[in-house]
Nanobody, 117 residues
């Protein structure tokens, strides 16, 4: 099993920055991908950024150039640096861990990000 805990959310003005953390513990040897998702009120959960075991990264078009996903292997933590935040970035942000073995999918409880205009 894998435990996932997000932190770092909060209230920020438009144009500001936040850094989210995703602390991963437990049986993390078979992790293939760690992702950040977000869900705004009344909307479906959407993918924001992925980081693969190889270190390669993928971003959604809406955050490309503003958000950066990174990983600290020693701390078993994945980060999401969010710059130039806009009100449309307001959402609950979730960390997802995907393994190559079953059970494969683990989610954190989410952290609220609110961007005021």
């Amino acid at each position: 099993q894998v435990q996932v805990v997000e932190s770092g959310g909060g209230l920020v003005q438009a144009g500001g920055s936040l850094r989210l953390s995703c602390a991963i513990s437990g049986d993390n040897y078979f992790i293939d991908r760690t992702s950040w998702y977000r869900q705004a009120p009344g909307k479906q959960r959407e993918s924001v950024a992925d980081i693969w075991r190889s270190g390669s990264t993928v971003y959604s078009d809406s955050v490309k150039g503003r958000f950066t996903i990174s990983r600290d292997n020693a701390e078993n933590t994945v980060y999401l640096q969010m710059n130039s935040l806009q009100p449309e970035d307001t959402a609950v942000y979730y960390c997802n861990v995907n393994r190559v073995i079953e059970p494969s999918d683990f989610w954190g409880q989410g952290t609220q990000v609110t961007v005021s205009s």
